[in-house]
């Protein structure tokens, strides 16, 4: 039998669906349940992880730190990671990450600058802490040639593990095994983040099982930035059904989903349900970061200017998760346009 | 005066290229290690000053004349230069274009202090945001948070800038903190892989207790002031104002046109701090105060 790890970012992605509003209890509660149901990683954090709660991109409930000390009370054998991108983090945030007893820091950036990861992973090594690469809007990278000679690069200083990460929701499972295929071959652990953008999540996270990822990001009825990702409670139930593992308890996972909304609403936490509406639609073809929608819809009300506008200039500009202020800018452009 | 430039990778060379723009009394040199580097060969192809003996080579030169030393290496190898070079600093000058913590912060737009010895130039992002921040801070008391965004085009960061992105971010902070007085302050940079490359663009975010329309026309009126006096040593530097009525926020962004030097104007992070160090020599010469 596969070994599949599972890792769940409901805690951290999906603070993307909410404006990053996941509170105490939130944490608790669910840090609770991926502990009794054996989930082996569970992340937490601000959806743009370390140091990036801000007025820009959203400020969250309680700090990322606060957030780590009330999960590890909770986390046993489950593993706790954090997300981390240098640019909004610093080492300074890293380090009291691992500090408070972060298990895995898993550093990411835009595929084509994942050069700037190097500081902070090499901060971990040297702390001996695992430490990942993700690899966030993999589709910047999709051609064979770059992604391959980039893995070979980052595997000389030491990385061993690496997400590929489908930010923007815009691969195909075509795409995800031929990806998988061609990174088996550099003798690497790897794993798969999707998202449900263009409704391929599941597929494409199969694929990507398939094609030998061992480590499977999913949240709880897909709970994460634009339309999701992919679904715990669906991968559970399709390990069971490939006979890749047996450990999860099925039903348990059902109960989860069927009372999160309701723990969410208990919480205060003003939540639409997940589905594909149009505007993740919109920027999974336009290869834009998932998380991007709620200030796409944000910026397209206050200056009364097309969600469906924005998103396809910001495609045009290939605007990178943390740019929200050039959102802002490009909203602004098309209401002075429109006023001509 | 001479002006002695010590690494020669995008910013080295660029500010190669502005200081022979601004004719200043006395001549360039450029000096790194590696004689096979893209910036070595660019160096030697357009007949600079150029040499590849590194610091040691430079050292010779500290012990005539009077010199200008412009450090465009990294944040690391920075600490190694400053040390090698501090006490010859009677004598000569240190500019500092890495986000090292080494010297102290100085930017041109307050051109009315005596030049330290040792410069800190900050950041890009520094150099243009803070003297906004502080101008901004004497006519709005009530600011109690100011938040700077960078976004600059992938190609224009170096290997320097991406090794150093820690540094950039606690050197920016901590310069808007003890220059403006306001702590509570985050920054953050964003790498932006567009083809072709989009124009770099800073946001400054000030937060305050509560915003109206006279407060805006006030910061409008010392923006315009600001464009003025930067202009003058960065002449594609462009800020402007943007509020949404019932927001307790306004917000600056910064555009720089780059004068494309070296390279293309997308570029302009570069020519915020080569143009303001480059400016660095002509107030020396100007002020004749060395």
Aim: aromatic share 8%; hydrophobic share 40%; with cysteine.
């Amino acid at each position: 039998m596969k070994k599949i790890i599972i890792s769940d970012v409901t805690l951290r992605d999906g603070n993307h669906a909410v404006g990053h509003q996941i509170n105490k209890d939130m944490i608790n509660i669910y840090s609770k349940f991926a502990e009794k149901n054996k989930i082996d990683i569970l992340e937490i954090g601000h959806g743009n992880g370390l140091g990036a709660s801000s007025l820009t991109i959203g400020r969250s409930k309680i700090s990322n730190i606060q957030a780590i000390k009330i999960a590890r009370k909770n986390l046993k054998k489950t593993k706790l990671s954090v997300h981390s991108i240098p640019g909004f983090s610093t080492l300074d945030d890293v380090k009291l990450a691992i500090d408070n007893g972060t298990d895995i820091v898993r550093v990411g950036c835009n595929s084509s600058d994942i050069d700037i990861i190097e500081r902070q992973f090499l901060y971990c090594k040297k702390n001996k802490v695992d430490s990942w690469c993700v690899f966030m809007m993999f589709h910047q990278i999709y051609s064979k040639d770059k992604y391959i000679s980039i893995v070979k690069n980052l595997k000389k200083i030491g990385i061993k593990t690496f997400i590929v990460m489908d930010s923007a929701g815009i691969l195909l499972p075509a795409d995800v095994k031929k990806i998988f295929y061609n990174l088996k071959k550099l003798n690497i652990r790897t794993g798969f983040h999707g998202h449900n953008n263009l409704g391929c999540a599941i597929a494409n996270t199969i694929q990507a099982i398939k094609g030998g990822a061992k480590i499977i990001d999913c949240s709880i009825r897909g709970f994460g930035a634009g339309a999701g990702n992919t679904q715990l409670e669906i991968i559970v139930a399709l390990l069971k059904r490939l006979k890749i593992s047996n450990k999860f308890d099925v039903r348990e996972f059902y109960k989860m989903s069927d009372q999160f909304i309701k723990i969410l609403k208990n919480n205060k936490i003003n939540y639409k349900d997940i589905f594909t509406n149009p505007l993740s639609i919109s920027t999974g073809l336009n290869g834009l970061f998932s998380g991007f929608s709620p200030k796409i819809n944000l910026f397209a009300k206050k200056y009364n200017v097309s969600s469906f506008d924005i998103s396809d200039l910001a495609g045009k500009k290939q605007l990178a998760a943390g740019q929200d202020d050039l959102l802002m800018n490009i909203a602004h452009n098309l209401s002075l346009n429109k006023k001509k | 005066m001479r002006y002695l430039i010590i690494g020669s990778g995008k910013i080295g060379i660029d500010l190669y290229i502005k200081l022979k723009k601004l004719n200043l009394p006395g001549d360039t040199f450029i000096f790194n290690r590696n004689k096979n580097s893209i910036g070595a060969k660019y160096c030697k192809k357009k007949n600079f000053n150029y040499s590849s003996g590194g610091i040691s080579h430079l050292m010779k030169f500290l012990q005539e004349e009077k010199n200008i030393i412009f450090d465009c290496t990294s944040a690391q190898a920075s600490k190694n230069i400053y040390n090698k070079i501090k006490k010859k600093l009677n004598k000569n000058f240190y500019v500092n274009l890495t986000p090292a913590p080494l010297g102290k912060y100085f930017i041109p737009y307050f051109s009315n202090v005596k030049i330290p010895h040792s410069i800190n130039m900050i950041t890009c992002g520094g150099q243009s945001s803070v003297p906004v921040i502080m101008e901004m801070k004497k006519v709005i008391k009530d600011i109690k948070y100011v938040e700077v965004i960078s976004s600059i085009a992938s190609q224009s960061a170096g290997k320097a800038t991406r090794e150093n992105i820690n540094e950039y971010i606690i050197n920016t902070q901590r310069a808007i903190g003890q220059l403006s007085g306001l702590k509570n302050n985050k920054v953050i940079i964003n790498l932006n892989p567009s083809k072709p490359p989009v124009n770099m663009m800073n946001s400054i975010f000030f937060e305050c207790k509560n915003v109206n329309g006279k407060k805006i026309k006030e910061a409008n009126v010392v923006l315009k002031n600001i464009n003025k006096t930067i202009k003058k040593y960065i002449p594609g530097y462009n800020a402007k104002l943007f509020y949404k009525k019932s927001e307790k926020f306004f917000r600056v962004t910064i555009r720089v046109v780059g004068s494309g030097d070296y390279l293309s104007t997308f570029a302009g992070n570069l020519d915020i701090i080569t143009s303001s160090s480059a400016y660095i020599g002509h107030l020396l010469n100007e002020k004749n105060n060395y």
